[in-house]
């Protein structure tokens, strides 16, 4: 049988090298607000004639705009255009002075977000992923309250969930230097994430659980590492799986929910990683009390006293 649970130290570092990468570009560089979170109003329009991106950024710094970010969206050819807040007067006199300059455009799309609102929504998402967060804590806990250290299942599939969020908000960080900003979209896809992820964590848990219970092996390890290579094919089948539904969204519905896509493939494939490579050996090594392993050299002085 594979023996997955014996490179338990790899898969932990792992798991640590991507997390503080994440943590350093959400640190250097943070997260890129949209107006969601940072205030300001978003001006979606489509140009009857061709115009260039360039040309339009010249037009906004001539009326002012000069802090303007302008995107296209290449599927319709809209460009999307974010300004600090504009009431209904300054968005006419923007409109008509881009009309005079590139001729007929359409209005497909207008939100502004007052600063206030942008804090208590930024406020919300917070909460809503901390409640979620812990209320998988509690019920993981009573959910295995009659194995022995129920904590320690529930507190490593927390891990887990955190450390899928991050490595997510570090490859957003990442994208934010190409342009990419968040938004309520992003929030939608990280919560989701957090349920995906704990589905196949307690999958493998709830195998341990059973292989505990049949007395597989007086063995700890040997249980964990034999519930993991028995769940393995299920799991990966089901994120294949999920994988592949949410590309044809991609590719098919367009660049309107790319961040939720987004955040689902990359959640996807770390939340596979995580719930057979990372909860599982963390769990094994609470209870061997392995931590110092972390470290070569304590860890082959640990391994040398045991011997």
């Not at 969020?165 to 989701?192: D, S, Y």
């Not at 799991?235 to 309107?256: E, H, P």
Request: aromatic content about 10%; hydrophobic content about 50%; proline content about 2%.
């Amino acid at each position: 049988m594979i023996n997955i649970i014996g490179k338990r130290v790899l898969f932990v570092w792992t798991s640590l090298v991507l997390f503080i990468v994440a943590l350093i570009f959400l640190g250097v560089d943070g997260l890129k607000l949209g107006v969601e979170f940072s205030s300001g109003s978003m001006l979606t329009v489509h140009f009857k004639q061709a115009v260039t991106q360039p040309d339009l950024r010249q037009e906004l710094a001539r009326q002012g705009y000069t802090t303007a970010i302008v995107q296209q969206n290449t599927d319709t050819g809209d460009y999307i255009i974010r300004t600090q807040e504009l009431n209904k007067e300054a968005k006419s006199k923007l409109e008509a002075a881009l009309t005079a300059s590139f001729g007929e455009l359409e209005e497909r799309e207008f939100n502004s977000i007052s600063p206030s609102v942008a804090a208590e929504t930024g406020q919300n998402a917070a909460i809503a992923v901390a409640v979620a967060s812990i209320g998988i804590l509690l019920y993981l806990f009573w959910a295995f309250r009659r194995v022995p250290r129920a904590i320690h299942y529930a507190t490593c599939a927390v891990i887990a969930l955190v450390h899928d969020a991050v490595i997510v908000m570090g490859v957003f960080a990442i994208l934010g230097r190409f342009g990419w900003e968040i938004n309520l979209m992003f929030i939608t896809g990280i919560l989701a994430i957090i349920g995906y992820s704990v589905n196949n964590v307690v999958i493998i848990f709830d195998r341990i659980r059973e292989n505990v219970r049949l007395g597989v092996s007086g063995d700890f390890t040997v249980v964990v590492n034999n519930s993991v290579v028995e769940t393995i094919g299920r799991g990966m089948n089901t994120s294949l799986t999920t994988i592949f539904t949410v590309v044809a969204v991609m590719l098919f519905v367009g660049s309107s929910i790319q961040n939720f896509v987004v955040v689902l493939l990359v959640g996807i494939v770390m939340g596979v990683y995580s719930s057979l490579f990372v909860a599982p050996t963390l769990l094994v090594m609470w209870d061997r009390g392995e931590w110092r392993r972390l470290l070569p050299g304590l860890g082959a002085k640990t391994a040398k006293a045991a011997g």
